[in-house]
């Protein structure tokens, strides 16, 4: 089985490196990961196979992230092919998606299995129009300037959200970005490896509600 391609989207001049980083609680279910970690066949076999495309406007070249980062893009938008994964770090909160980015979005999102916004990522999925009718979140603070932006979508106050389809999932602020993958995975993959994964990088414990909300 080919591996699934997770295309992380970085828009404009920079994003949030610790928006970025939830990435890796994907690829820590990678199968050639669970693998170089000693974990025995029978919960590895159940790991997923994947390929990371890290893809800008511009194409192959650095790309600065904050605490003066820099990561290294690997494709353009003519060179991505269609994703199975579509994550998007979040950039400053008022930074415009151009339109080369948000065709590349709305072009991409009907062949997509599952679509991430991470932190004011969410804002390029609403900017792109993919959202209306779709239950999404983003950090607290800027929910009311997300309804302005996508008033057709159900706006929610949560460290992560996901629609009725399961198909797109947003986030609140930063490290929110890790509990909402760790809700994905759990959601997605096989139980064992969710878990352990979960419990290796000790992400998971906070749940879907804030502390302050009745549900949580």
């Known amino acids: 089985?080919?591996?699934?391609?997770?295309?992380?989207?970085?828009v404009?001049?920079?994003?949030?490196?610790?928006?970025?980083?939830a990435v890796d609680i994907l690829a820590m279910s990678c199968v050639e990961y669970l693998k170089v970690a000693q974990i025995p066949e029978a919960v590895h076999s159940k790991g997923q196979s994947m390929e990371f495309l890290y893809i800008t406007e511009k194409g192959e070249g650095p790309y600065?992230?904050?605490?003066?980062?820099?990561?290294?893009?690997?494709?353009?938008?003519?060179?991505?092919?269609?994703?199975?994964?579509l994550l998007?770090?979040?950039?400053?909160?008022?930074?415009?998606?151009?339109?080369a980015e948000k065709e590349f979005i709305r072009s991409q999102f009907p062949g997509l299995k599952y679509a991430f916004g991470i932190c004011t990522g969410t804002f390029i999925l609403a900017q792109a129009g993919v959202l209306d009718g779709l239950?999404?979140?983003?950090?607290?603070?800027?929910?009311?300037l997300l309804k302005q932006i996508a008033p057709k979508a159900e706006w929610t106050e949560k460290r992560w959200e996901t629609d009725a389809t399961g198909k797109v999932w947003?986030?609140?602020?930063?490290a929110n970005g890790q509990d909402m993958l760790a809700g994905f995975i759990?959601?997605?993959?096989a139980r064992e490896v969710a878990e352990l994964v979960c419990t290796m990088a000790?992400?998971?414990?906070?749940?879907?509600?804030?502390r302050d909300q009745p549900q949580a």
């Not at 947003?170 to 930063?174: P, R």
């Not at 759990?186 to 993959?189: E, T």
């Not at 000790?202 to 804030?210: A, C, I, K, N, S």
């Open 202 to 210: 000790d992400v998971g414990d906070r749940g879907q509600f804030y």
């Open 186 to 189: 759990r959601k997605a993959y």
């Open 88 to 99: 998007i770090p979040g950039p400053e909160p008022q930074y415009q998606a151009s339109p």
């Open 170 to 174: 947003t986030s609140g602020g930063v």
């Open 135 to 144: 239950s999404a979140t983003g950090p607290r603070t800027l929910v009311p």
């Open 1 to 10: 089985m080919a591996p699934l391609k997770v295309g992380i989207l970085l």
């Open 64 to 85: 600065p992230v904050t605490a003066d980062l820099k990561v290294q893009a690997t494709h353009g938008f003519n060179s991505a092919g269609q994703l199975d994964y």
């Open 12 to 21: 404009g001049s920079g994003v949030q490196l610790l928006d970025l980083s």
